[in-house]
């Protein structure tokens, strides 16, 4: 019996499995555990006992970890989940109840079937069918299941650091990845830097009357002043030092972006608009999302925003940026970069508040775990496995890829691009779920034989 | 018994007439009529006809207005007051009920006293006090008492226009006027024109995940882009074709500026900054705040603007302008004129919304009835009465001044500048309301004998 068969002799019970542990809801943004993170934890904790492998809760500032190993060997593998999800809010829009999994039209809908216990699951399970076919695992595999991803993570960075021995392995799976809207299932390399501020500007002590706009100081024009320096009037970033910090993309990384298919029609399409930012397109659209700094507006905020017309000088204005980084941007000395940049324009006045920061992390697209990816996907009789060098977004993967030195990658999730993660009917087609199960215990061969390819065909 | 004397003596019924007034809380921000809209104006005008006057109301798509005619000779004089109040909130402010008048330290307390209340109930005393010395007022004396002034005046407008003969007068006499910080009164001849428009820009059809930032439109750096056309890094305004408009101001108004005590270190404390906006000083300030237009930012907003920090390129961005204008410059073309030059610059996607329209009004400072208006202060041993050829603010004079090409002015109030107009614990001081019925008295002897003294001494 080969892969697939004995995964299609087991549909019911894998998807079983599952729903079980969708309906905890582990929301982590509820605070303590009204969300039943503890039951959840252990319940996954359990699955990975079942499993074989010897595992524990440790605890953290907040959430726990749950982390397990099994197998020995000379190689380590690391995978990185959550079992933490959303909220699922606003309830009135879903069809189905959030925590109650239900399949229509050959997909599951539930919070967090694709971000991302369905990926979780399915590496336990791929776990489980590796020992089947082949008996005990040939090299160490580690599990480190986080429960506070969905709020930011904010309890990783220490655990990572004074769990860095634990943690150590030859390459990491991370979650994340997903099929595009074609359907071609996509390997991202990497993450981009997040710094992340708010500037301030300040003018009388109360909003004044308007009659007094000659005259009086406006924070609002303060910021637009500001602003107007951070970027010139074609939208470039004109931010001191800024450009200069640039590690510049590999050869190959271009070569790997030559290759992505990328519809910037369908993408202004599903947008509702006419033109990208600067009237890019195709090819140099790509490259700006992916090997380019932003500068970003989140939000600005001055005086009245209500209905209608209110005559004042407002006293307060704040505008949020976040600065989306790549490798050699680090936020900290970004942010001090912002601060040097506006004091020396005469924006002393201008108070930069420090938010948060994230930095970059790369993998190269040519180190072996993302060829043991793609070529996983070849043993799936998938020729069409897209290389992201990285991703436009950001996350946590530098404590591993960067900190830890750990190659990164992000493939195999259940997710695709309509999955609707964060929002009401999140979904994963089933056909992906189950494909996302031979996929793991597929690249369990192939990590455990380095490239060549191992066990049976499909 | 001399003027002084009579007011003297008569002070209690003076002020009890006014706060019976007072405790009509004619608030016209309340729809319909539950703030006692109709009996308040039935109120004034059983008032006026109680002075000789012929009074009736008159209907309005909105709040009525009281009209009143009295006395007959060549010369006419219009008198310009309202007798709708702001609404009180916020009310646990308030040291006292705002329609319960309470005299304390020598003021009184109440909403509407200084704003407009104490005005009109002045004006119609100092009517009885006149025909008690003299009899029969030997010139045409009309009252136009609105009741949506505090609501922006809707329907004044096609009221004015449409009674355009009724309120034909050789002069008018408007509220607002007050005295100043150092207690001299002031005498306004103009009001600035005011054109308040809201730009909005537009992009995705919704919020992005600021991973897109690179690529996304983002209608926030839209507006600062379209803003920094609007006013140059010097803060100056750089509207095409705005600065060509204005008429220039004529050496007598200069002039009058510069007999103006103003106190620029004063104005900073108050509003608790460390410079006026493009570090301006004394007259030029002044100057700035009287003579110039501006293009003041009244609110912003775009995005994400709670605590901490979201991710996103938000999917709409707005900002509300209002532009203060003076004489040449009129709120139609004005917004024509924005129109033209973003789109000259290539925002065409900036939509500009013309949310509200006032006309600049002026009236020459050497002109006969600022003349009386000064000289009657003279006739009440005032020597200290300061001419401002304009406020800063806006309102709907140009009606009158402009369109009916009556000379107005804006004197004699019992306002002060410490009045809080507008605010929880609105007062008068009685000293000032005692003037400001013995001002309205010597007025009217000064009207009726042109610009000689009229009338008994004090």
Redesign the interface.
Known sequence: MDLRERVDSSKENLLEELKEFLRMPSISARAGDEGGFRECAEWVRSKLEEAGAEARILETDGHPVVYAEIGSGEKTLLSYGHYDVQPPEPLELWESDPFEPTIRDGALYARGVADDKGDVMARIQALRLYQEEHGTLPFRLKFFIEGEEEIGSPNLAPFVRSNSKLLQADACLWEGSMKDEAGHPVIFCGT?G?A?VELRAH????D???????????P??RL??A??TI?D?H?EITLDGFEELIEPPSEKDLEAISRIPFDDAALRKS???E???RY?TGED?LR??LL??????????????GP???????SE????M?F?LVPGQSPGPVVELIRAHLKSRGFDDVEVVD??GVEAAKTPVDSPVVRTSVETWRDLGREDAVVYPT????GPTSLIATELGIPTVMTGNVAHAGSRIHSPNESARLEDYFEAIRYFTRFFERFQSGSARGGGGE
């Open positions: 981009k997040l992340y003018g009388a002590s109360h004044l009357h308007s009659m007094y706009g000659g005259i009086a100081p406006s609002a024009w637009v002043q602003l107007r970027k009037e939208g947008w509702g608009v033109a990208l930012d890019l659209a700006e999302m380019r700094p932003t500068a970003n507006i989140a939000g600005i905020m001055s005086g009245y925003t209608g017309s209110k005559t004042i000088v407002p204005a704040f505008v949020k976040d989306r938010l948060h991703i436009g977004g950001s």
